[in-house]
């Protein structure tokens, strides 16, 4: 599939292709650049994803300056050949404004920080940090995990009893960061409930 691309992609006048990328797990889009022959070329042989800058006039690995590269997975030409759509690890977020997504309000229905927090939640999971309460949960094992998830569903309960929408907001937060360290030990994906709720809304 590499060789077909790199033989039949279509470039523009100035010697570019459009390239989406797409976040490999969630599927939600990243960003949107544009290679030439040279970037494509190196994005086909290495790990992480180049692009030609058109403000620089240069190629540019992604990540190269911040650290937040993008890990090749797989890539695909459109129809016409003339646009790349290249799904990716992304390590870190990928918009230069500090976001995951240049695309903010689009990412699970408008829901891009859980999408966020899930992507940091996996992080931790591949990537262990010392002094992070996320990998002390996960260090801890499946039943301190289950524990703390029983904690916080009781302590929404109790603040949904009281008036303070302040504490009852921290204290859903808190149940939600659980259940999703809960999905990641369990090695679910969140684009899986999502797809289950998508079905659900349809019946």
């Known amino acids: 599939m590499e060789k ?8 523009d006048d100035k010697g570019l292709v459009p390239t989406i990328i797409q976040d490999f797990d969630t599927r939600e889009v990243l960003m949107l650049g544009y290679m030439n022959q040279e970037s494509l070329k190196l994005t086909l ?3 992480t994803v180049w692009f030609y800058s058109r403000s620089r006039k240069e190629l540019w690995n ?12 797989d890539i695909y030409l459109d129809c016409d050949c003339d646009t790349i759509l290249i799904t990716a690890k992304p390590l870190g977020n990928t918009c230069h404004t500090g976001s995951k997504s240049c695309f903010k309000d689009i990412s699970y229905g408008g829901l891009g920080q859980l999408a966020n927090l899930d992507k940091t939640i996996k992080l931790r999971k591949e990537n262990p940090k010392e002094g992070s309460y996320t990998n002390y949960l996960f260090n801890s094992g499946l039943d ?3 524990k703390k998830v029983g904690e916080e569903a009781s302590e929404v309960i109790i603040a ?22 809960l999905t990641n030990e369990k090695d ?16």
């Open 4 to 11: 077909f691309i790199e033989a039949n992609v279509i470039y």
């Open 45 to 47: 042989e290495g790990d």
């Open 62 to 73: 992604k990540g190269a300056s911040s650290g937040n590269f993008l890990y090749k997975k």
């Open 144 to 146: 301190k995990i289950l």
């Open 160 to 181: 949904s009893k009281n008036t303070d929408t302040p504490e009852l907001i921290g204290e859903i937060s808190d149940l939600l960061y659980h259940l999703m360290v």
């Open 188 to 203: 679910l994906d969140l684009s899986l409930i999502d797809a289950e709720l998508k079905k659900r809304s349809i019946k």
